[in-house]
């Protein structure tokens, strides 16, 4: 069942952003990263992270799955001070980013240009949603990815496939009534591969988590059951 993007990514994906939990920074984040890709190549299962942006560089130069960064401006190169351009995720080896993080929202129009930008430099786009309407929205602009993710379970470990399944089964029904391209993420609360599981046989492509794996006491073993869980549907 896994298809494939132009650009490194198979379905179904585990997608690991990293914050900007202390467990996640510097050494922290190269070593989950190097788990992530560790269980990738073991197992064949698509797993990207999304580290902090001063540590996005090292990492994508360390490791051979894909890195994406966690959110980027949609201006040009140029006098933006204290912004985040294509062209920087570009240059330091990120393969898309993650735009309209509930932790970092932004305008409809913004979305639109950030998704364009990336297009245009060859990047991906992985945009989140935090209900069905806005998936719309945004499902509209054909971003590579879209994750839905209800903002009210983000961090709490209370998995959304099995607290809201329907908010994933009505997401996928909806979208794919106006996109037949996009991938469909979805993310809050998953930390297991149970978790991963039940959120593949909704429907969606993947999951987009964090703290699961980031605050785990051993990463690497969480990421090799929900790979686990992926490899049960092949
Ligand atoms: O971007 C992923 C995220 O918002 C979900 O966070 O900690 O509930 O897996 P978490």
Request: include cysteine.
């Amino acid at each position: 069942m896994a298809k494939s993007l132009p650009r490194l990514i198979e379905f179904p994906v585990i997608v690991i952003n990293f914050k900007t939990y202390i467990e996640s920074l510097g050494n922290g984040g190269m070593k989950i990263a190097k788990e992530a890709e560790r269980v990738s190549n073991e197992t064949g299962v698509c797993v990207c992270v999304a580290p902090q942006f001063t540590d996005l560089k090292s990492i994508a130069n360390a490791v051979s799955i894909p890195v994406f960064a966690q959110h980027v401006d949609p201006y040009p190169p140029g006098s933006y001070t204290g912004s985040i351009s294509v062209e920087a995720l570009k240059d330091a080896g990120a393969v898309g980013s993650i735009l309209n993080h509930s932790e970092k929202k932004l305008q409809l129009t913004s979305i639109f240009t950030a998704v364009k930008m990336l297009k245009d430099a060859g990047l991906l786009s992985l945009v989140c949603a935090d209900d069905v309407e806005p998936a719309m929205a945004i499902a509209a602009l054909n971003p590579t990815m879209l994750a839905i993710e209800p903002p009210e379970l983000i961090g709490t470990g209370i998995p959304v496939s099995k607290a809201k399944p329907e908010i994933i089964s009505e997401s996928v029904r909806r979208i794919r009534s106006i996109n037949r391209e996009v991938k469909i993420l979805c993310g809050a609360g998953i930390t297991r591969g149970d978790d991963v599981y039940r959120a593949i046989e909704l429907g969606s492509d993947g999951v987009l988590l964090a703290s699961g794996v980031v605050k785990a006491k051993d990463p690497g073993a969480v990421i090799r059951e929900m790979a686990e869980a992926i490899l049960s549907f092949r």
